[in-house]
Antibody, heavy 115, light 112 residues
Framework: EVQLVESGGGLVQPGGSLRLSCAAS????????MHWVRQTPGKGLVWVSR????????SYADSVKGRFTISRDNAKNTLYLQMNSLRAEDTAVYYC????????WGQGTLVTVSS | DIVMTQSPLSLPVTLGQPASISCRSS???????????LNWLQQRPGQSPRRLIY???NRDSGVPDRFSGSGSGTDFTLKISRVEAEDVGVYYC?????????FGQGTKVEIK
């Protein structure tokens, strides 16, 4: 069974940093593209970033470019999102998603940026 | 950035009646590999999104056959042939063709 379990969310002050993790299981993690997608409570889905299977290709939404970094450790079956210079508008539930055609989604982890 | 525009944004439907959601992209979604990475997702209240359709018209395993996807280039449609109570939720189109992914605004399907 495919499982994606996000962790690392929480309350952080504006300007602060946070690293999200996504533990993957039930499939061959090293062969899949992976994404991060976020959703402000009560609002729509917003694509954040994606990474290919061997980390050679990454891309970011303009709103996070230069502040967020996506990475992965295929030996640990784990996807990461390093978030720096956080802003109030980054407050959202962050989902880890599998595949170039996103098929499996995690349950999400809530990031709240507030003083 | 590729902009994905869905319509309508709210769709009240009578049980057993059909429903249709349109999704238009600001640029062609045909990838250089020949595929069109257009997906449809369903998000029920309180749940994570679930993919229903991938590459325009391929239904995911376990998705009822009342759901169908069609379209090409920049214009795409999700159809529900007969709406059931469990179909209530928000539906999103999402493109993965271009290096920056994009979602539509979402269409809220509710029962009249």
């Amino acid at each position: 069974e495919v499982q994606l379990v996000e962790s690392g969310g929480g309350l952080v002050q504006p300007g602060g940093s946070l690293r999200l993790s996504c533990a993957a299981s039930g499939f061959t993690f090293s062969t899949y593209w992976m994404h991060w997608v976020r959703q402000t409570p009560g609002k729509g889905l917003v694509w954040v970033s994606r990474i290919n299977s061997d980390e050679s290709r990454t891309s970011y939404a303009d709103s996070v470019k230069g502040r967020f970094t996506i990475s992965r450790d295929n030996a640990k079956n784990t996807l990461y999102l390093q978030m720096n210079s956080l802003r109030a508008e980054d407050t959202a539930v962050y989902y880890c998603v599998r595949g170039l055609d996103p098929d499996y989604w995690g349950q999400g982890t809530l990031v709240t940026v507030s003083s | 950035d590729i902009v994905m525009t869905q319509s309508p944004l709210s769709l009240p439907v009578t049980l057993g009646q059909p429903a249709s959601i349109s999704c238009r992209s600001s640029q062609s979604l045909v990838h250089s590999d020949g595929n069109t990475y257009l997906n449809w997702l369903q998000q029920r209240p309180g749940q994570s999104p679930r993919r229903l359709i991938y590459k325009v018209s391929n239904r995911d395993s376990g998705v009822p056959d009342r759901f169908s996807g069609s379209g090409s280039g920049t214009d795409f449609t999700l159809k529900i042939s007969r709406v059931e109570a469990e179909d209530v939720g928000v539906y999103y189109c999402m493109q993965g063709t271009h290096s920056q992914g994009t979602f539509g605004q979402g269409t809220k399907v509710e029962i009249k």
